[in-house]
């Protein structure tokens, strides 16, 4: 074999990889593992009672950028009371963006 042959599947190898990472890098978490995400956020602050996702992500932006989210809610009872959170997560971190309670 020579080096050339070598070199070319080399090379193209390489950049078959490359693109197959930078492809995988822009997927989007599925809505279930988002939910689960978020309930463990919320169980470090106290059980919680139900909740529920979109499983759709769709635009969403806040200081001026752009981001693709899920958003759920959280239900949880404090002092016998019940409390309900919204929140906004990004599809594909799954970082909290915001909390608002309802």
């Known amino acids: 074999m020579s080096w050339n042959k070598f070199l ?48 759709n992500p769709e635009d969403f932006s806040k200081s001026g950028i752009q981001y693709q989210v899920y958003k759920g809610g959280i239900s949880r009872k404090l002092n016998q009371e019940s409390h309900q959170y919204e929140f906004v997560m990004d599809a594909k971190t799954g970082s909290i963006l915001e909390v608002n309670p309802l």
């Open 8 to 55: 070319l599947g080399f090379g193209v190898g390489f950049a078959s990889a490359l693109l197959l990472k930078e492809a995988l890098s822009d997927s989007l978490i599925p809505g279930d593992k988002a939910l689960k995400i978020a309930k463990e956020a919320f169980k470090k602050n106290g059980p919680i009672d139900g909740s529920w996702i979109q499983m």
